[in-house]
């Protein structure tokens, strides 16, 4: 099976794409990169503009699109920045990839999502996710976790606030689904949901995220 990876350099997108280089049902890795990166022997990197993405690298067949892109409004530095790259370059992806072949995309939105929402960045994650269905892949996960935990290069304040918060929270078992999630195991979930999730739309919201990780097979350092 070979997998295309848009977001391989960010927080979860780096879990995935370590634990796809361990797993031997996939046969070569496709990474859709702004930069050079360095990859093991199954991998290739592509070199693409995103600002101008027309069409995709010359790619062989490809069986699963994973989408685990995305930044935040700080980084951004605005609204319309953020808008081209949690919405506008993965939905680019998504409609070059169908029209390459590929009948299945596994996709990391957020929990929360809602078109109806006064929030600036759940109401991408909505548009995203609606894009996504329109476009009809013969298999398409959606999953929407909660705050993710992990080693980021830089440390967000925010989060790791909002992390303890939703930790306690989670525990009390009162509300499940906003407790913190491991990005390992977001990236886990995508692979399995891959092979378990049937055909037509499925979303898994994170409280399921840890059930899917625990089918993996795969241990990283």
């Known amino acids: 099976m070979n997998a295309l990876v848009l977001g391989s350099t960010g927080l979860v997108g780096g879990e995935l794409y370590k634990l796809l280089a361990k797993d031997a049902r996939f046969k ?34 490809i069986d699963v699109l994973f989408i685990a892109f995305g930044t935040t409004a700080k980084d951004a530095g605005s609204q319309e920045a953020q808008r081209k790259v949690d919405l506008e370059i993965p ?8 029209d390459h072949g590929v009948r299945s995309c596994v996709l990391v939105s957020s929990i929360g999502t809602n078109d109806s929402t006064r929030y600036f960045y759940l109401k991408l994650k909505a548009e995203l996710e609606k894009i996504a269905t329109e476009l009809a892949f013969d298999q398409l996960v959606i999953l929407r976790p909660s705050v993710l935990m992990g080693n980021r290069p830089q440390l967000r304040i925010g989060e790791k606030i909002s992390g303890i918060l939703g930790t306690l929270i989670g525990y009390t078992g009162l509300i499940d689904k906003y407790k913190p999630v491991q990005a390992k195991d977001v990236a886990k979930c995508m692979i399995e949901a891959k092979f378990l999730a049937p055909s037509g739309k499925y979303v898994i919201e994170s409280d399921r995220i840890p059930y899917f990780a625990s089918k993996s097979l795969i241990e990283l350092p």
């Open 28 to 61: 070569e890795i496709h990474l859709l990169n702004r930069k050079e990166v360095q990859v093991v022997d199954q991998a290739k990197s592509w070199l693409v503009d995103f600002n101008h993405l027309d069409k995709l690298p010359e790619l062989p067949k």
């Open 91 to 98: 939905a680019d992806v998504m409609r070059l990839a169908k």
